[in-house]
């Protein structure tokens, strides 16, 4: 979804604007080649006539553009000559168009953030150390539970009497 935005001389500026809304500005004569415009995946405003050259390789695509072709020595000059042109490719995410330097492995910078703050959140994956810690209580829990039940079948012997004599009669202080 590719939006655009104005800047009008005598009016607030427009957008955010549909690739249709921004077709019948065009035509209408609302939006010239001096416009200055920004487009989803920009970087910086420019005119409309940059744009152009920067989607479509051509210095005008307006009616409203000079006929006369430019000099060898202004073309040469021309910043928008000498610039490579720039790719616009949809994010992988959100599939807004963006310009090709500003996409990280298919996906914008604000999908990579959005991701991020995600993961970050709570959606974190259990790693070894908290696998092992429960491994280690399961494993305490079965020999604990064994152990008891080795005591329930083999009881201790009873304890001789002169031992349990000792520890039930009345204790003498003062001897």
Same mark, same amino acid.
């Given at each position: 979804? #590719?939006? !655009? ?7 607030? @500026? *427009? ?10 500005? *065009?035509? #209408?004569? =609302?939006?010239? @080649? ?5 487009? &989803?995946?920009?970087? @910086?405003?420019?005119? !409309?006539?940059?744009?152009? %050259? ?5 210095? &005008? ?9 430019? &000099?060898?020595?202004?073309?040469? %000059? ?24 500003? *996409? ?12 991020? %703050?995600?993961? @970050? ?28 039940? !080795?005591?329930?079948?083999?009881? *201790? ?8 004599? =000792? ?9």
């Amino acid at each position: 979804m #590719v939006q !655009y935005f104005c800047k009008v001389h005598n009016g607030p @500026d *427009l957008g955010p604007m549909s690739t249709d809304e921004f077709q019948q500005r *065009l035509e #209408v004569g =609302e939006i010239k @080649d001096e416009t200055i415009v920004w487009r &989803s995946g920009m970087g @910086d405003w420019s005119t !409309y006539r940059a744009l152009c %050259a920067a989607e479509k390789g051509v210095a &005008s695509a307006s009616p409203q553009a000079s006929a006369t072709p430019a &000099s060898p020595r202004q073309a040469k %000059a021309s910043p928008e000559a000498a610039a490579p042109k720039p790719k616009f490719l949809a994010c992988g995410a959100c599939g807004q168009e963006w310009r090709d330097t500003l *996409l990280f492995a298919g996906i914008c910078g604000s999908c990579k953030n959005r991701q991020k %703050a995600e993961a @970050d959140r709570g959606k974190k994956v259990a790693g070894a150390g908290t696998s092992l810690i429960g491994w280690f209580f399961i494993a305490l829990s079965i020999v604990s539970v064994m152990g008891m039940a !080795y005591r329930i079948v083999h009881p *201790l012997p009873p304890a001789p009497k002169e031992k349990v004599k =000792e520890f039930t009669e009345p204790a003498k202080y003062g001897r």
